[in-house]
């Protein structure tokens, strides 16, 4: 018997494991795949640095030699240039970085380190079905063609979009207004800023759709672009073609992509925003994407995933000692995780509206809105009342911004006057 068993070996799964083992409990993890594999989503947020540390994570990261995010750019289509925002500047601030992954390396590095840790991991090891009992669960697992059972007192479910449990109960609600597609791939020798800048995520956001730009390495750079499905549907293109087109469409990244190389397949995923309408339940708890997913555009993912896996691995802690704490603080729990995902999914909604561009490309650093801003952006999603105001007026000002414009509208059409140059130097992008 377990004390807990895990599903999944991403950074969810991963996090509540390593915390657990080094707590002293019993864990076991079951991941499917075998570690490195590929994954999407590659922007950290500064904001789980700190669980990095609590982890004692850092030399790790550090060795694995991943790149150091000191901020991110957004631009109009309509414009060569964009708003930079950098991570020291945001609203008590307390680092000034994160890291840009290479998400296959970055799961081992955490997956390894819960083994590490002391937790039991199983890779290669789907889990089929599940059974709860008043006083546990029962797994049933594959590895190496043959079928066991393994029982555990509690059970996390960490498996990402799959949402082994989600689909079990029937509790996953997709979001209707935000059933967007992705396409992406990795690319080696796009053109990057010198410095700093270069270590930037850059979007660019045009009519109705938006793309990526990741450094993930010296030379390799993560492209993506997010749209309608339907749009992608009626092109009635691969999704190759699909990818060449928009990126040549649009002159910025054009520019930067001259002399640029596809090195991997290219990838697809679709309907991706959604939430459990339940977090836990007596025996068990969601984590992570299994939780939900609330769009790319803000780069949450990995850092909802782990700041989910934290407080997953804290309730769980507690409950092992105190059984009858449980109900108290898996309804805490729930309420933690759902409210960091709010703040996403309101900040996204406001993404797909075009006020939200034209107020964000004419920043005035009037009552601190930026510095707010920009915290919400490396993800802080503490209850914190300055943020907090500060957000609703920043609101409001994209609210106004549809009725009384108070900055300049966008088109965001490229301009079409400029023939695509042979190469970034003659486009003028050299820093
Ligand atoms: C297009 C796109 C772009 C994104 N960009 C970013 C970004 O820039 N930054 C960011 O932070 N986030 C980004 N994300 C989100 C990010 O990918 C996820 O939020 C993050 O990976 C969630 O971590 P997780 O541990 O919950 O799930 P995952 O990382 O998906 O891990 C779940 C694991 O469970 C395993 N599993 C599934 N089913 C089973 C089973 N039955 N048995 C055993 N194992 C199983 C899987 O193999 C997988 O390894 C992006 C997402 C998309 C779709």
Same mark, same amino acid.
């Not at 590895?143 to 509690?154: D, F, L, Q, T, V």
């Not at 068990?284 to 995933?305: E, Q, R």
């Given at each position: 018997?377990?004390?807990?068993?895990?599903?999944?070996?991403?950074?969810?799964?991963?996090?509540?494991?390593?915390?657990?083992?080094r707590a002293g409990r019993r864990v076991i993890v079951f991941e499917r795949e075998k570690f490195p594999r590929f994954h999407i989503g590659e922007s950290l947020l500064p904001f789980s640095m700190k669980a990095f540390t609590r982890l004692g994570l850092h030399e790790k990261l550090l060795r694995a030699g991943f790149i150091k995010k000191y901020g991110g750019?957004?631009?109009?289509?309509?414009?060569?240039?964009?708003?930079?925002? !950098?991570?020291?500047?945001?609203?008590?601030?307390?680092?000034?970085?994160?890291?840009?992954?290479?998400?296959?390396?970055?799961?081992?590095?955490?997956?390894?380190?819960?083994?590490?840790?002391?937790?039991?991991?199983? &890779?290669?090891? =789907?889990?089929?079905?599940?059974?709860?009992?008043?006083?546990?669960?029962?797994?049933?697992?594959?590895?190496?063609?043959?079928?066991?059972?393994?029982?555990?007192?509690?059970?996390?479910?960490?498996?990402?979009?799959?949402?082994?449990?989600?689909?079990?109960?029937?509790?996953?609600?997709? !979001?209707?207004?935000?059933?967007?597609?992705?396409?992406?791939?990795?690319?080696?020798?796009?053109?990057?800023?010198?410095?700093?800048?270069?270590?930037?995520?850059?979007?660019?956001?045009?009519?109705?759709?938006?793309?990526?730009?990741? =450094?993930?390495?010296?030379?390799?750079?993560?492209?993506?672009?997010?749209?309608?499905?339907?749009?992608?549907?009626?092109?009635?293109?691969?999704?190759?073609? $699909?990818?060449?087109?928009?990126?040549?469409?649009?002159?910025?990244?054009?520019?930067?992509?001259?002399?640029? @190389?596809?090195?991997?397949?290219?990838?697809? &995923?679709?309907? $991706?925003?959604?939430?459990?309408?339940?977090?836990?339940?007596?025996?068990?708890?969601?984590?992570?994407?299994?939780?939900?997913?609330?769009?790319?555009? $803000?780069?949450?993912?990995?850092?909802?995933?782990?700041?989910?896996?934290?407080?997953?691995?804290?309730?769980?802690?507690?409950?092992?000692?105190?059984? @009858?704490?449980?109900?108290?603080?898996?309804?805490?729990?729930?309420?933690?995780?759902?409210?960091?995902?709010?703040? !996403?999914?309101?900040?996204?909604?406001?993404?797909?509206?075009?006020?939200?561009?034209?107020?964000?490309?004419?920043?005035?650093?009037?009552?601190?809105?930026?510095?707010?801003?920009?915290?919400?952006?490396?993800?802080?999603?503490?209850?914190?009342?300055?943020?907090?105001? @500060?957000?609703?007026?920043?609101?409001?000002?994209?609210?106004?911004?549809?009725?009384?414009?108070?900055?300049? @509208?966008?088109?965001?059409?490229?301009?079409?006057?400029?023939?695509? =140059?042979?190469?970034?130097?003659?486009?003028?992008?050299?820093?």
């Amino acid at each position: 018997m377990y004390d807990v068993a895990i599903i999944g070996g991403g950074p969810a799964g991963s996090t509540t494991a390593a915390l657990l083992a080094r707590a002293g409990r019993r864990v076991i993890v079951f991941e499917r795949e075998k570690f490195p594999r590929f994954h999407i989503g590659e922007s950290l947020l500064p904001f789980s640095m700190k669980a990095f540390t609590r982890l004692g994570l850092h030399e790790k990261l550090l060795r694995a030699g991943f790149i150091k995010k000191y901020g991110g750019e957004i631009m109009g289509a309509c414009s060569d240039t964009g708003t930079k925002f !950098y991570f020291k500047d945001g609203y008590r601030s307390q680092t000034d970085h994160s890291y840009q992954v290479t998400r296959g390396d970055f799961d081992k590095v955490l997956l390894d380190h819960a083994r590490e840790s002391g937790a039991e991991v199983h &890779e290669q090891t =789907p889990v089929g079905s599940v059974e709860f009992s008043k006083d546990g669960v029962e797994l049933a697992v594959r590895s190496n063609g043959s079928s066991h059972s393994i029982r555990a007192r509690y059970l996390v479910d960490a498996s990402g979009r799959t949402s082994v449990l989600g689909r079990q109960f029937k509790i996953k609600k997709t !979001y209707d207004h935000l059933q967007k597609l992705s396409i992406f791939a990795h690319y080696d020798g796009v053109w990057r800023a010198e410095g700093i800048d270069g270590t930037l995520t850059v979007l660019v956001r045009a009519v109705d759709r938006w793309f990526w730009l990741i =450094p993930l390495t010296a030379g390799r750079t993560s492209v993506g672009v997010v749209l309608d499905s339907e749009t992608f549907r009626k092109s009635k293109l691969s999704a190759e073609d $699909f990818l060449e087109q928009a990126l040549a469409e649009q002159p910025t990244i054009a520019k930067r992509m001259t002399n640029a @190389r596809l090195v991997s397949r290219v990838y697809v &995923e679709a309907d $991706f925003s959604y939430r459990s309408a339940r977090l836990h339940g007596d025996r068990w708890l969601l984590t992570g994407d299994a939780a939900g997913f609330i769009d790319p555009i $803000f780069s949450s993912g990995v850092f909802l995933a782990i700041f989910s896996g934290e407080k997953c691995a804290d309730a769980l802690n507690a409950v092992l000692d105190h059984p @009858r704490k449980a109900k108290r603080l898996f309804a805490k729990y729930e309420r933690s995780v759902n409210r960091a995902m709010d703040i !996403y999914l309101r900040f996204v909604d406001a993404w797909y509206t075009k006020e939200f561009i034209e107020i964000f490309l004419a920043p005035r650093n009037v009552l601190g809105l930026a510095a707010a801003v920009n915290a919400v952006l490396g993800g802080n999603v503490g209850n914190s009342f300055p943020i907090r105001w @500060r957000m609703w007026v920043f609101y409001f000002l994209v609210w106004l911004q549809r009725h009384h414009p108070i900055a300049p @509208r966008l088109t965001l059409v490229p301009n079409k006057q400029e023939e695509t =140059p042979a190469s970034p130097q003659a486009a003028g992008v050299v820093s």
